[in-house]
């Protein structure tokens, strides 16, 4: 072990943290040179003297002037807190007025479904070949404008102005 | 613990006092948090006076120390239900200690008023007349072994900020150099590399008073 090793691991030398084979080695190295042993004897005693200073205690109000401290912020916090709960009540409130005034709004422009105007469903004749109903009555097919679900078609149906094709079929063929 | 305390016909408060002084940092806050008022008193009495030591010998001022210790408190009690019950309190503490001390001597080094100040409060305490208790020693002797932990503590202060922390918490305070690590929020290489030199450079300054 050369004097720079010795160095490097003096700290975990002096906490006896030190695997035994590296022990060994920088105890042998202290019986070797005279330069590093003066040094560890140096830093051991400079240690022992640092770590036997007497231990300063708090002084005699501490505690009573920590507990008014606590005290104090306690009350802050508090103070924060129901701040807080203030402010998000009022934001809540706030926001429920808003929705709502939105909502009445919205449905004053609102249409009833009287209002709709509605596409004619337009009936159309079966092609030739269909099968032959046992009274003679006009065939309908109702068509559904494009775009409309069939369920609302159905409700809408009854509503809308129905024309019979068979009546238009008739009319352009004499 | 309250409802334990409850029970109790003799003394209540008492026997909660010494059920808290028997548990580990982990249970005492645990009983805080459970709503044991007692508990955060324990743990005051507990570290007060190492964080005291601590933050003193770091920032050289007794009483702007006790303040920050007050201050550590503080904080401890408003994030205590933050605090992550896996690791050490202490090491928690500590780091809080160790941050404000730092926030400490920054702020004395912006501010050369209160450097002023405090150089000022300490020669005043240097006009003391010098007492011989033992007239058969020599004079320059007894005044070394006098000022000796005046010479200790401003050779600590000698030594620069980063390599005093990790100094005083090791040879103080008795961390290890894993929890060195977590309160300064250094890396394990860099604790040992410090604590080396920390340890020589105090060896150094200290050396011409010891003989």
Same mark, same amino acid.
């Given at each position: 072990?050369d004097?720079?090793?010795? @160095?490097?691991?003096?700290?975990?030398?002096?906490?006896?943290? =030190? +695997?035994?084979?590296?022990?060994?080695?920088?105890?042998?190295?202290?019986?070797?040179?005279?330069?590093?042993?003066?040094?560890?004897?140096?830093?051991?005693?400079?240690?022992?003297?640092? !770590?036997?200073?007497?231990?300063?205690? +708090?002084?005699?109000?501490?505690?009573?002037?920590?507990?008014?401290?606590?005290?104090?912020?306690? =009350?802050?916090?508090? %103070?924060?807190?129901?701040?807080?709960? !203030?402010?998000?009540?009022?934001?809540?409130?706030?926001?429920?007025?808003?929705? $709502?005034?939105?909502?009445?709004?919205?449905? /004053?422009?609102?249409?009833?479904?009287?209002?709709?105007?509605?596409?004619?469903?337009?009936?159309?004749?079966?092609?030739?070949?269909?099968?032959?109903?046992?009274?003679?009555?006009?065939?309908?097919?109702? &068509?559904?404008?494009?775009?409309?679900?069939? #369920?609302?078609?159905a409700?809408?149906?009854?509503?809308? +102005?129905?024309?019979?094709?068979?009546?238009d079929?008739?009319?352009?063929?004499? | 613990?309250?409802?334990?305390?409850?029970?109790?016909?003799?003394?209540?408060?008492?026997?909660? /006092?010494?059920?808290?002084?028997?548990?580990?940092?982990?249970?005492v806050?645990?009983?805080?948090?459970?709503?044991?008022?007692?508990?955060?008193?324990?743990?005051?009495? /507990?570290?007060?006076? !190492? $964080?005291? *030591?601590?933050?003193?010998r770091?920032?050289?001022?007794?009483?702007?120390?006790?303040?920050?210790?007050?201050?550590?408190?503080?904080?401890?009690?408003?994030?205590?239900h933050?605090?992550?019950?896996?690791? @050490?309190? &202490?090491? #928690?503490?500590?780091?809080i200690?160790s941050n404000?001390?730092?926030?400490?001597?920054?702020?004395?080094?912006?501010?050369?008023l209160?450097?002023?100040q405090?150089?000022?409060?300490?020669?005043?305490?240097?006009? !003391?007349? $010098?007492?011989?208790e033992?007239?058969?020693?020599?004079?320059?002797?007894?005044?070394?072994?006098?000022?000796?932990?005046?010479?200790?503590?401003? &050779?600590?202060? @000698?030594?620069?900020?980063?390599?005093?922390?990790?100094?005083?918490?090791?040879?103080?305070?008795?961390?290890?150099?894993?929890?060195?690590? %977590?309160?300064?929020?250094? *890396?394990?290489?860099?604790?040992?590399?410090?604590?080396? /030199?920390?340890?020589?450079?105090?060896?150094?300054?200290?050396? +011409?008073?010891?003989?």
């Amino acid at each position: 072990m050369d004097c720079r090793d010795f @160095k490097e691991k003096h700290f975990a030398f002096v906490d006896d943290t =030190l +695997p035994g084979i590296e022990l060994i080695g920088m105890q042998v190295h202290l019986t070797e040179c005279d330069v590093c042993a003066k040094q560890d004897a140096m830093v051991r005693r400079s240690l022992l003297l640092f !770590r036997n200073l007497p231990s300063i205690e +708090p002084s005699a109000d501490f505690s009573s002037r920590l507990q008014q401290k606590l005290n104090a912020a306690k =009350l802050a916090d508090q %103070e924060a807190n129901s701040g807080r709960a !203030r402010k998000l009540a009022a934001t809540v409130a706030v926001t429920s007025i808003v929705m $709502l005034g939105y909502i009445a709004v919205s449905l /004053r422009q609102v249409d009833y479904p009287q209002d709709i105007v509605l596409a004619p469903v337009v009936a159309i004749a079966s092609a030739p070949g269909a099968t032959p109903m046992s009274a003679p009555a006009p065939e309908m097919v109702a &068509s559904v404008p494009a775009g409309l679900p069939i #369920w609302t078609a159905a409700l809408l149906a009854e509503q809308a +102005p129905v024309h019979f094709a068979s009546l238009d079929l008739t009319a352009t063929t004499r | 613990m309250a409802s334990i305390a409850r029970k109790q016909a003799v003394q209540p408060g008492a026997n909660v /006092r010494e059920q808290l002084k028997a548990m580990d940092d982990s249970a005492v806050v645990t009983a805080f948090l459970g709503g044991e008022e007692r508990a955060f008193s324990e743990l005051v009495e /507990r570290y007060q006076t !190492r $964080l005291l *030591n601590f933050i003193y010998r770091t920032i050289g001022d007794r009483e702007k120390a006790e303040d920050l210790v007050q201050e550590v408190f503080i904080r401890v009690y408003r994030h205590l239900h933050r605090f992550d019950r896996s690791k @050490k309190f &202490s090491t #928690w503490a500590y780091t809080i200690a160790s941050n404000l001390a730092k926030n400490e001597l920054r702020n004395r080094s912006r501010n050369p008023l209160v450097l002023f100040q405090t150089v000022q409060k300490n020669w005043q305490d240097d006009d !003391r007349p $010098l007492q011989f208790e033992d007239t058969t020693s020599r004079p320059d002797d007894m005044y070394r072994k006098r000022h000796l932990r005046e010479i200790v503590e401003e &050779s600590v202060a @000698k030594l620069p900020e980063h390599h005093r922390n990790v100094f005083i918490l090791r040879e103080l305070e008795g961390k290890s150099y894993e929890e060195i690590a %977590e309160i300064t929020d250094c *890396n394990l290489g860099t604790v040992k590399s410090r604590l080396n /030199r920390a340890r020589n450079s105090f060896a150094e300054i200290v050396a +011409p008073y010891m003989k």
